[in-house]
Structure formats: structure tokens, C-alpha cells
């Protein structure tokens, strides 16, 4: 028999051992658990309070310190046990004023987002020839004959964000390589509002860093049209960005413990830090709320799975990453005990289901899931396919633990990513609700049911 042919066997046989043994009692549970989800009004009153009354939670800054200290206290009145706050040492990047105004061949101020982790200006700030460039070939072509001295303007069209995210990220140093003073770069959306859209670049080491920040789509296309009429656009720019030394922050952890094989954790949920604009609404309290709230209904229900669940707050996601490896580091030789992992990072648009990724064991992992899937079909959530994880995950699924991600619609989510509009009145109540019974489902199944998702994989301790 093929190799192929077997695995598909064997992934059958599992869908059909797990339903013959668990349809009934889990078709109850989660029923139970959707009509709590649909009905619940506590979740989004947290969400609201946080939006509204901390605000964005940029690390290092005093808001995200008095997050961590609310979500802590929250968990506690949740009845969630075991909650914690082990430290974690962020970056500490601070925006600072910035402006930025076309001087020639028309007077016209532009509407900009410093991108996290730039440096600033000098204090006259900028003044350069802009050269606009919509992909990095085009950039390449035009040389340091063409780039040197002056500002270069990333204007690619939007993609999809895994593809024009590279213009934001990489960008700058691909300019500065070349001789260019400054880069501007065309919002990652594809929502014209005139709206800049922040977001994390990273500076190459082989390459001087240079200022850099978003502008809306509407300006990058006026310098576009401008320039393309045989205009020589000049910008002024000025900011004040820079770092401070590494502040301390923590991830907040809470439990539900198992009632049988304590140590076997599934772990779930998003990250409490977000960027120094609006109120991170989307990105990412709404991922920390839901699994919040999910886990909250779980232990209201007096449901005692299997095994541990443990909601993670994890810090630092936007611009570093540090609360993801910390908690790894955190884990030990532990995160071998880790069922899986969930991962709610991207809004609370209507839920479609769940990605998994297991490694080798993906395509079974699916098949196993696919009960869950039919458990959740009720509220449109139930597709399972291949591909889950997020970047708070990624270093224990690195060790070999299976890395889940709640699928939403996504119908508006990069309209608002990053920018001032990311409030709380961009989440609909009744989406986070079906985001709340999606999460508390799938961690409730991979926390009670029989056998692991996957098989565990070997880690070395630390």
C-alpha cells in the first residue's frame, strides 16, 4: 500500500473511532457552550473596557503596564487558577511628534504613520526629491543613481498582506542600500480612507538606517500623478522617533485545570499588546477577550476537561516578538506536555473555522478535527483545513506543538490594522460572540477528548 493510501486510511479510521466514542456527550457540551457563547454579553463589556478606558498598549508604555495588571485581576474573577505574570523585558520604541508636507510643486500637507522602530529625523528634519517605485525591481533598476540623496516612496498597489507587507518591512534598508535619505511608504490596505496604516520595519545590518513612514494610498497616488505629469516632488519630513532602553512588561497567564492528565496543556490565545494608535481593538483584544470569555464559560458551565487550559496573554507581538519566546523559555522541558495551541491574532470578523499545522502529522490532525468541525457548523465555523499557527506560537510550535488560528472572514480587518480606526466600535457584538463559542469549543474538545491531536514530539530541556 502507498504511503499516501495509509495515512489517508489511518486518518479516516481516527474520524471514525473519535465520533463513535464522543458524538453524543461532545455534540451536548458544545451545544451547551455555543448557546452560553451566543447569549454571553460579559466578554464584550471587557473587551469595551479595555478599548475604551486603557487604551493602546504599545510595549514599554504605562498603558500596557496597567493592562497587564487588569487582565491579571480579570482572570482571578473569571475563576481562572494558577494566574501569573512572569516578566518579560520589551523594546521600548517611542513615535514621538512627526509631520510631513509636499513642498514642490504644490503646497500640500500628508497625512503619515512613523513605522515602528524607525529612527527620526534630524531636528530641521528632511527635505528630498521624492522617487516613487512600485516594487523592488523597479527600485533596483533606477540604481544609486537614482535613489541617491532623495526619498523613496514604496507606492505598490495592495496584494494581500503577506505579499505587500515585504514593501513595509524590508523596504527601507533596500532604499538606504542604494543611497536614499528617507522611504515613504504606501499603506499596507487596500481601503483608500485616508488612513496611514503603521506597522514594524526591520533594518538589515548591511544598510544605514534611514526614517521611514507610512502615508495613505490617496497621497502616495498624488505624488504618483504628480511626478508622472514631469513634476520633481519635493517632501519634507520630520519625526521624532526613536528607542529608550528595554522596558519590563509580562505575559499574563491564567488555568482551568485538568481534571484527569493536569499536565497536558492546551493553550490559547492572543496578544495584550498593540500599537500607539487607536485602541487595538481588533489587533488583538479582541483574540485576548474571546479566549478570555471562552475560557470564563467553561468554568461557569462546571466543565472539567481531561486536561489543562491555559490562556495566555502573551506581550511584545507587534514589534519583537519577546512574550512568545519567553513563554517557550518559561515552558521548559514542559512544552513537550503542550496538546496544542491556539492562536486568535486576526479579529473577530465572523468565524469560518480552524487552520492546524502538525508537521508530518497535519493531514491527520484535519482528519481528527473534523468531528470538532461538524460541532461547530451551527454558527458557520465549521471548515478544518491545513495551515494554523500565529507568531506568539511560533517558537513551542517550533518544538513540535500542533499550532491551531480561528479563521475569520476577514472581510475588513487590514481596513483597520494598525491605524487610529482600530476602536471597539469596529467589532460587531455578534461576530465576537461566534469568535467566543469557536474558541471555547475547539479548546474544550482538544483539552477532553481521548487521544492527543498528534502524537508528542521529543524536546530537549532547557
Excluded at 519583537?320 to 495551541?341: L, P, T
Excluded at 480552524?354 to 468541525?373: N, W
Aim: net charge negative; aromatic share 6%; glycine share 10%.
Amino acid at each position: 500500500m502507498k504511503l499516501a493510501s495509509l495515512v489517508a486510511l489511518l486518518a479516516a479510521s481516527v474520524v471514525v473511532l473519535f465520533s463513535q466514542d464522543t458524538n453524543n456527550n461532545y455534540r451536548q457540551v458544545a451545544n451547551r457552550l455555543i448557546d452560553a457563547a451566543l447569549a454571553d454579553r460579559a466578554g464584550m463589556e471587557k473587551l469595551t473596557y479595555l478599548c475604551d478606558r486603557i487604551g493602546n498598549r504599545l510595549s514599554g508604555s504605562p498603558s500596557l503596564t496597567r493592562a497587564i495588571a487588569w487582565a491579571a485581576e480579570q482572570m482571578k474573577k473569571d475563576g481562572l487558577e494558577n494566574v501569573s505574570t512572569p516578566r518579560v523585558m520589551v523594546p521600548h520604541w517611542v513615535r514621538g511628534s512627526e509631520n510631513a508636507f509636499i513642498e514642490e510643486p504644490v503646497q500640500r500637507n500628508l497625512t503619515i504613520l512613523g513605522l515602528g522602530g524607525s529612527i527620526g529625523t534630524p531636528r530641521q528634519g528632511i527635505v528630498g526629491a521624492v522617487v516613487p517605485v512600485a516594487n523592488f525591481e523597479e527600485l533596483e533598476r533606477k540604481g544609486r543613481a537614482g535613489v541617491e540623496g532623495k526619498i523613496v516612496l514604496f507606492n505598490a498597489p495592495y496584494v494581500s498582506y503577506g505579499q505587500t507587507v515585504i514593501y513595509r518591512h524590508s523596504g527601507p534598508s533596500r532604499a538606504a542600500k542604494l543611497g536614499a535619505v528617507a522611504t515613504l511608504v504606501r499603506s499596507i490596505t487596500p481601503l483608500a480612507a485616508q488612513l496611514p496604516h503603521t506597522g514594524a520595519l526591520e533594518y538589515s545590518n548591511d544598510a544605514p538606517k534611514i526614517p521611514a513612514a507610512a502615508v495613505t494610498i490617496e497621497d502616495a497616488t498624488l505624488i504618483q500623478r504628480l511626478t508622472d505629469a514631469g513634476n520633481t516632488v519635493t517632501v519634507h519630513l520630520q519625526m521624532e522617533a526613536h528607542d529608550e532602553p528595554d522596558a519590563e512588561a509580562a505575559n499574563v497567564i491564567g488555568e482551568i485545570r485538568g481534571s484527569e492528565r493536569p499536565d497536558e496543556v492546551v493553550v490559547m490565545g492572543g496578544h495584550i499588546d498593540s500599537w500607539d494608535v487607536g485602541e487595538g481593538a481588533q489587533d488583538d483584544g479582541s483574540g485576548i477577550m474571546a479566549a478570555l470569555e471562552a475560557a470564563h464559560l467553561i468554568h461557569q458551565l462546571g466543565l472539567k476537561p481531561r486536561r489543562t487550559i491555559r490562556v495566555v496573554f502573551w506581550v511584545n507581538e507587534e514589534n519583537g516578538g519577546a512574550g512568545g519566546k519567553a513563554y517557550r523559555e518559561w515552558a521548559g522541558a514542559a512544552v513537550k506536555d503542550h496538546v496544542a495551541a491556539i492562536e486568535m491574532d486576526g479579529g473577530a470578523e465572523t468565524p469560518v473555522g480552524f487552520g492546524i499545522t502538525a508537521g508530518a502529522q497535519t493531514a491527520a490532525a484535519v482528519a481528527r478535527l473534523r468531528f470538532v468541525g461538524t460541532l461547530l457548523e451551527r454558527i458557520g465555523a465549521g471548515a478544518i483545513a491545513a495551515g494554523g499557527g500565529g507568531a506568539d506560537i511560533a517558537p513551542i510550535m517550533a518544538e513540535g506543538v500542533p499550532g491551531l488560528a480561528l479563521r475569520t472572514t476577514g472581510a475588513h480587518y487590514f481596513d483597520w490594522h494598525h491605524t487610529k480606526a482600530d476602536t471597539v466600535d469596529k467589532v460587531d457584538p455578534e461576530e465576537f460572540r461566534r469568535c467566543i463559542a469557536s474558541m471555547a469549543v475547539m479548546a474544550y474538545m482538544l483539552a477532553d477528548m481521548p487521544e492527543r491531536v498528534s502524537a508528542p514530539a521529543a524536546v530537549e530541556s532547557r
